[in-house]
């Protein structure tokens, strides 16, 4: 098998045990993406000389001096500060912003011996069906470029658009992305790759580009469970209880969440989750619907009330120096154009605030909740990246989210599913993400023909 | 009267009607500065060729193209970015670290006109009496140097030393800082300037070296309320109603929250509480005790959690890069040597969580809350840079906080009182505070000798 086809557990394993160089797997994966750039496109910087030169440098690293996740090619969002490469927001503000600075979590994956391939393609999760306005912070810079691997006419979803379709298209096997709204699992579920946005601040943020700190978290793509569980040992993400390294999925109970947005929700993914429900069902396990209480139905606009104002002020120094050149929806989130009060925002604090613990509670009764991940398989068109109303609720409830692909939509696009556990319960919801994995892979109907 | 001795107020004002240029302002602080450093130590870096430089191009910006703040010369906390200096977090990890970067404060500073001159020290804020354990980052590069203005034979404060310590020396007329714990407030009181922590993530603390998220806070520093008034000014700190610009203190309700730690309070700080109620009162004011419900005895203890805790995340890109440059306290955070569970961690930030709109409300029953800045006036020695453990409480509750000197301890040092308002109700507690402010520091006994 060409290496750039391996998970990163495979490639490093083969890595380990010499049969791979770090530079040989590098190799394959560039001519991966030389091969598929063109209908993809997720890059927005990437020089393969240098990726080259880091994976010879990796190679010369005695065995004795790896740690387990050495050779480890990645893929970042230009969100997030690489020391040698420009980090660009995809913002003419930032153009050629390059500050010799790596974000935190970046600091932590280089230092460990992970291969910094580029940064990927990110845009706008705030692009409303109807409107042109595309990019976050460019609307000047004209429309997202990448497109959905497995359809090129199709949007990969945002924000972290080259984050999952570099994963989803074999060019990485592990994409770092981050989520404010809906953009680490929607674009898992529209590329077909698992999408794991842990628990809030497990892993520092320090070093990506801020939109409203109380609700952005970083988040990892890859193709399989083994991957993730590579990221949460090298960010050292702790449960209290010791590790479980088996779950059955027989005997166990799971809760399905539809939510006040369910109404949203298209055919495909009604059937993907009628599906997962059916086939944990079949393989033994007990599947009861939650209600969330009072409360939990407020969430979209409390979500909605935070990102506005926390943007009004995190954007307050990219309007004083270039307005013109923010777009207008970010522009008018600093001019508080939709007069979100500061009673409003503090509501909003306030009553998430008061929801977390009572949704760790109910998740605690559950080997995981079940919750869409999309309104839909992913739409024609590169204009909209979709809609992530079913994620920002629990981005702002701080739970871990995985997203499990398996099922597929009218087109054959991969539709997945939200396995959602308690804060800090990241290494159990990815035991159990494994096992529920395995299932809706082999029978939940989606092929991968990548 | 020397440049150097003006507010930033009463020098902008002689900027814009032309009699001093910025050229000479600047030339002014920065000959108080070298008259001063050899026994302040406030500065981390600082060029005052390039200083010059930066005035001489703002004294070029024509009139009508300036900012109400074009000229102000600010002092910045060698933990914030700034493009065209080193940004150290003094830490060996960091020296010569200078990403060529200004953080949203900065930038939107640097953008209005304001005069970067240089970055001041900053020192730990978790010193133990009793342990040689000196900078946050660096225990390596010894103790802390910045001396007390007011007597260089004790403490400025921290961690926001120069910050207050060149404020107070007529070094500069305005600082910025960055409180977790007590950063702002207690230097605040230490050195006789006022010091303001805005409402939590009002003004962005991107670019900001993060300790604990949930907490950290950007604030300012000054000698008058008006100086202050400049900052929210800039930053677009707007509260839901309309600014009063009047406030009297007669008829004016105000409370006074002695809180769990009360028995800490030294006896300047009795004293200067006592005072500062009995000051009230003669100028016709209706002072009453609040007493904090049941929930608030567990602020210390959770403040702690979740500075351990996120500290944890925080500093594993450190720690990993280079734990033995770290200070012994910071590695044992990222080790969790205290062994804070999840569910401890979890429990702080809902706990607290659900404690805000609870003050808030208490909050708008009054004019201000009057609570202690400190122990006492700054203690002898630099090893320690005192207790912040009047301050965690309002930091975590994210409450608008301003220290008011007026007041002194047994050594003629000044003590400073707190005045906490609501969240978002910024503006009015700059209000409240300059007419509070006249009071204090025409009858509170403390007289500026500098």
């Not at 997720?42 to 880091?54: C, D, K, M, T």
């Not at 460990?112 to 705030?126: H, K, Q, R, S």
């Not at 005997?251 to 969440?257: E, P, S």
Request: charged letters at 20%.
């Amino acid at each position: 098998m060409e290496p750039y086809r391996l998970t990163a557990t495979q490639a490093l394993s083969n890595i380990r045990n010499g049969s791979l160089t770090v530079e040989q797997y590098a190799r394959s994966l560039l001519s991966r993406i030389q091969e598929r750039d063109s209908a993809v496109q997720a890059w927005a910087y990437l020089e393969p000389n240098h990726v080259i030169e880091e994976a010879r440098r990796l190679d010369r690293v005695p065995l004795g001096d790896r740690s387990p996740i050495h050779g480890l090619p990645v893929a970042v969002k230009d969100l997030i500060y690489t020391k040698d490469m420009p980090t660009q927001y995809n913002s003419p503000i930032y153009d050629g912003h390059a500050p010799k600075l790596d974000a935190a979590s970046i600091m932590i994956l280089r230092l460990a011996g992970a291969l910094i391939l580029g940064e990927v393609t990110w845009f706008d999760y705030t692009t409303k069906p109807g409107k042109t306005t595309t990019t976050e912070f460019a609307s000047a810079q004209g429309g997202p470029k990448t497109c959905n691997p497995h359809d090129p006419t199709r949007t990969p979803g945002g924000s972290s658009s080259g984050s999952a379709a570099a994963v989803g298209d074999f060019q990485a096997p592990v994409g770092v992305g981050s989520q404010t709204g809906g953009s680490v699992i929607r674009p898992g579920s529209f590329n077909g790759v698992y999408a794991f946005k842990p628990t809030w601040n497990a892993i520092s943020r320090e070093g990506l580009k801020f939109y409203s700190p109380i609700l952005d978290t970083i988040g990892f793509f890859a193709r399989c469970v083994d991957d993730l569980e590579l990221m949460t040992d090298l960010f050292d993400l702790e449960d209290d209880d010791t590790a479980i390294n088996e779950f059955a999925v027989k005997g166990a109970k799971f809760g399905v969440a539809k939510t006040v947005v369910w109404p949203k929700a298209g055919p495909g993914t009604k059937m993907a989750l009628e599906s997962a429900v059916q086939l944990l069902r079949s393989h033994g396990a007990e599947v009861e619907e939650v209600e969330l209480p009072t409360g939990f139905d407020r969430m979209p606009e409390w979500h909605m009330a935070l990102t506005e104002s926390e943007a009004r002020a995190t954007f307050l120094s990219e309007y004083r120096l270039a307005k013109e050149k923010l777009s207008p929806f970010l522009a008018g989130r600093v001019e508080n154009v939709n007069k979100v009060s500061r009673a409003a925002q503090l509501e909003a604090y306030d009553g998430i605030a008061a929801l977390r613990p009572k949704i760790d509670e109910i998740a605690k009764g559950y080997a995981a909740i079940l919750t869409p991940s999309v309104v839909d398989e992913a739409p024609l068109g590169l204009q909209s990246t979709g809609s992530p109303v079913f994620n920002s609720m629990w981005t702002a409830l701080h739970t871990p989210v995985i997203n499990i692909p398996g099922f597929k939509g009218a087109n054959d696009m991969p539709i997945g599913i939200s396995l959602v556990a308690p804060r800090y319960h990241d290494r159990r919801l990815l035991t159990v993400s494994k096992a529920v994995g395995a299932i809706f892979e082999a029978e939940g109907g989606w092929e991968r023909k990548l």
